[in-house]
């Protein structure tokens, strides 16, 4: 993970589903933190758990936080 934010986590969409970019490519829709964790993890950050999710600067929220998954 090379860039300032490799990680873009996009507004919910009509189904509250984010997706989630990770250095450039779209590696899926998450639901929730849990599944933003796993996609971290996914990408080589296997112990990245909820609460990195919350504080991490590698991750930038679009259309609101990681509280925020409902359109």
């Given at each position: ?9 996009y507004?919910?969409?009509e189904d509250?589903g984010?997706?989630?970019r990770?250095e ?5 829709r998450a639901?929730?933190?849990q ?7 996914e990408?080589?950050l296997?112990q990245?758990?909820?609460m990195?999710?919350?504080r991490?600067?590698?991750i930038?929220w ?10």
């Amino acid at each position: 993970m090379a860039s300032a934010t490799p990680v873009v986590i996009y507004p919910p969409d009509e189904d509250g589903g984010r997706r989630v970019r990770i250095e450039g490519a779209i590696v899926g829709r998450a639901f929730s933190m849990q599944d933003v964790a796993a996609f971290m993890q996914e990408a080589g950050l296997q112990q990245f758990d909820e609460m990195d999710v919350v504080r991490s600067s590698l991750i930038e929220w679009r259309g609101g936080g990681p509280d925020v998954w409902a359109h």
